[in-house]
């Protein structure tokens, strides 16, 4: 009777033991994976906005999509006329993936050459980023959509004509 007692209380403290070391394993796991969520959103809020745009295929997507658009509204289309798309859309994507701290180089002209001689308005240029500003809603969420507008709009001053 006593040994059976005995066995009771060894077997009894055997899987308390054995439920302790499993609780503590499940909550350290619990703990890790927590502070892994929380490491992960802390990476993303710092990468830089190339990275949080997703890189060359989104901003090529953009840039596509967007000029496309300008060159064929009648607010913007005026100065695109026998301008060559396919290098144009590759200097756009080059710049702003360079400015949006990708790894890209731009080999293109500054923003006051290039549009020098093209005699741009302020309505143009408010509709050329107006036309921007709907394509990055369809593929950004805010925040990105306002740092890559925010990027742009020091650049009104070299492009549009002086009055
Ligand atoms: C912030 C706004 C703008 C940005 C970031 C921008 C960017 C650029 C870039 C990167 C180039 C190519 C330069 C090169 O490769 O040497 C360019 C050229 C040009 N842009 Fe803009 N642009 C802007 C506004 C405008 C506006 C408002 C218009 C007209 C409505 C316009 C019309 C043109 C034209 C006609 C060219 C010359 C294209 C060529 O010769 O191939 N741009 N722009």
């Known amino acids: 009777m006593l040994t059976q ?3 009771n209380n060894v077997m009894c403290k055997f899987f308390l033991k ?3 070391v499993s609780s503590l394993m499940y909550l350290s796991a619990c703990t890790n994976m927590m502070s892994n969520d929380a490491l992960t959103k802390v990476e993303i809020q710092n990468n830089s906005l190339y990275q949080r745009i997703g890189g060359l295929p989104v901003l090529t997507k953009i840039v596509d999509e ?5 060159v064929a509204s009648p607010r913007t289309k005026r100065s695109f006329d026998g301008i ?3 290098p144009f859309k590759e200097s ?3 710049q702003l993936c360079k ?3 990708g790894p890209c180089v731009y080999e293109g002209e500054t923003m006051a050459n290039a549009h020098r001689d093209a005699n741009i308005t302020e309505a143009e240029f ?3 980023v107006d ?3 709907e394509t990055l809603s369809k593929y950004l969420p805010t925040r990105e959509k306002n740092e890559l507008l925010k990027i742009l709009a020091p650049m009104k001053r070299d492009i549009v004509k002086p009055a």
């Open 99 to 101: 400015l949006s701290g």
């Open 18 to 20: 054995i439920l302790i």
């Open 5 to 7: 007692l005995n066995w």
């Open 92 to 94: 756009v994507v080059a």
């Open 84 to 86: 060559k798309l396919k």
């Open 126 to 128: 408010d509709a050329f």
């Open 66 to 70: 967007f000029i496309d658009e300008v």
């Open 131 to 133: 036309i921007f500003r």
